[in-house]
């Protein structure tokens, strides 16, 4: 597993004439294969996820993964840390599937056919394989999903960041994604709202107010944050 | 080409045709379309394109939806032709008009956005030494591809919102948040493409 160590990080955003604070401080070290974060709206998960792949930058403080820093060396975390959104329509970029998850290949300096294999195994793998030529915004939601899923992992990134994949998915969908995350060998950091997801992790982290309030295993921390819902 | 036209994937002789082959018999077309003065010469390159279809082995309600979407332009044309210029260039501006879209239509049917990209990279790489980024260039073509359908979804979702809350009639009630919502699929996109590596 890649160490991502976070350093003394703050962060804030432009609000209004000022500025918000959304990170106070956070200091972690992640090592764990299944790691969880969970917090209530606003409370700097989504952000504190964006830091580990240098998709925001800290205002201050350091995030290393695997000893590259967000900062310095941007383009090479972002290969090693694959991220997936929560809405898939915002991240699928290409006309139809087989092109999506081909996308993510490009400046690969395999073959073609390499490339090509690569692709079919993927969509097979996410079963889907009857629907490589077609249009990606006709899919269902839980496909359009699963989609983002396969263009990221098609890259066979170390370390996979789902920015709560569930929220807009049925029961089954949820559950469908939830059983692919458990089969992955990449290490993964799951912010989510369904707590039941996160039983079998190794780690738990609450987030309130931009800080960590709770570091502890999967019953611990949502009895954590359950108490502090109320 | 056309942006809102989505490919069927098939394995008739039109879509086994080289997406190179297929846009210089688009730009053929284009320019037969320009250069026939008679009114019957332009039927016969529509009867050609509608041959292409049946090739193609596309349904009528296929070439049907081609010409859908701008049928009210089509209307329109003819109407104003007919009392200006009378029957004949009538038939030769509407014929024109709807076998360019219909040869349009049927490449995009016919040919992945893929291949369609890799013809652009290559008749673009030549112009490197000028500063053009060819595969900027064909990135650019395929989002705005992919971004017709996503604007036509958000746009269906506003309308629904719009008339659920009875706001049916009020332009501006569907262009603030059309556009709101626009822009933070932008916004979405941008942050993914990095997330995904084309920041470099």
Known sequence: ?????????????????????????????????????IGANGSGKSTFARLLNGLVVPDAGRVLVDGHDTRREGRTVRRLVGFCF?????????????????????????????????????LADFGLADHADHAAHLLSGGEKQLLALASVLVTEPAVLI??????????????????????????????????????DFDRVLVFDEGRIVGDAAPAAAIAEYRERMR | MSLTTTYLPGNTVIHRLPAGIKLVLLAATGVALTVLNLWWEPVAVLGVVLACYLLAGFPVRTLAAQLRSMSWVLLAISVFQLVASGWQSMVDVIVTLAAMVLAAGLVSLTTGMEALTEVLLRILRPFRRFGVAPERMALLISLSVRSV?????L???????QRARGLGGSARAFAVPLLVRSLRHAEALGEALMARGLDD
């Open chain 2, 149 to 153: 359908s996503v604007i036509a979804g």
């Open chain 1, 1 to 37: 597993m890649p160490l991502i160590e976070v350093i003394g990080v703050s962060h804030s955003y432009p609000h209004g004439t000022g500025r918000r604070r959304v990170l106070r401080d956070v200091s972690v070290t992640l090592t764990e294969s299944r790691i969880g974060v």
């Open chain 2, 155 to 161: 746009a269906q979702e506003v309308r629904d919102a």
């Open chain 1, 162 to 199: 789902m920015d709560e994949p569930t929220t807009l998915l049925d029961l089954r969908n949820a559950e469908a994604v939830g059983r692919i995350v458990a089969s992955l060998q990449q290490q993964v950091i799951l912010l989510t709202h369904h707590l039941s997801l996160l039983t």
């Open chain 1, 86 to 122: 929560t809405d898939p329509d915002a991240q699928i970029v290409m006309p139809t599937v087989r092109e999506d998850v081909g996308f993510g290949l490009r400046r690969r300096g395999a073959e073609a056919a390499q490339k090509t294999a690569l692709v079919d195994r993927t």
